[in-house]
């Protein structure tokens, strides 16, 4: 079993930054940024392969937002710059027991979620 905890949202102005962070119990995985924004579908952001040779963004965050994870802390950080108001969301931590995971059925364990609102 796998608990993921996240923290670092916030309320930011557009063209700030957030750091997001994802603490994982349990064992490691890939792991993945999702967001769901009110009265959207949860939404693909970015993953990162277990010892983190692998990253894959959306096109909607690609250049701006950044993955990586800290395995001596069990930790997956999302650092968001340039922020824009359409970033506005509930971002969600995820593992996979696959090797690398695009769509949240491919995801086995979620966090809480962690709110981000970018105001214009």
């Known amino acids: 079993q796998v608990q993921l905890v996240e923290s670092g949202g916030g309320l930011v102005q557009a063209g700030g930054s957030l750091r997001l962070s994802c603490a994982a119990s349990g064992s490691s995985y890939a792991m993945g940024w999702f967001r769901q924004a009110p009265g959207q579908e949860r939404q693909f952001v970015a993953t990162i392969t277990e010892r983190g040779g692998n990253l894959k963004y959306s096109d909607s965050v690609k250049g701006r937002f950044t993955i990586s994870r800290d395995n001596a802390k069990n930790t997956v950080y999302l650092q968001m710059n340039s922020l824009k108001p359409e970033d506005t969301a509930v971002y969600y931590c995820?593992?996979?027991?696959?090797?690398?995971?695009?769509?949240?059925?491919?995801?086995?364990?979620w966090g809480q979620g962690t709110q981000v609102t970018v105001s214009s």
């Open positions: 995820a593992a996979t027991k696959n090797s690398v995971g695009y769509s949240r059925t491919e995801y086995d364990y």
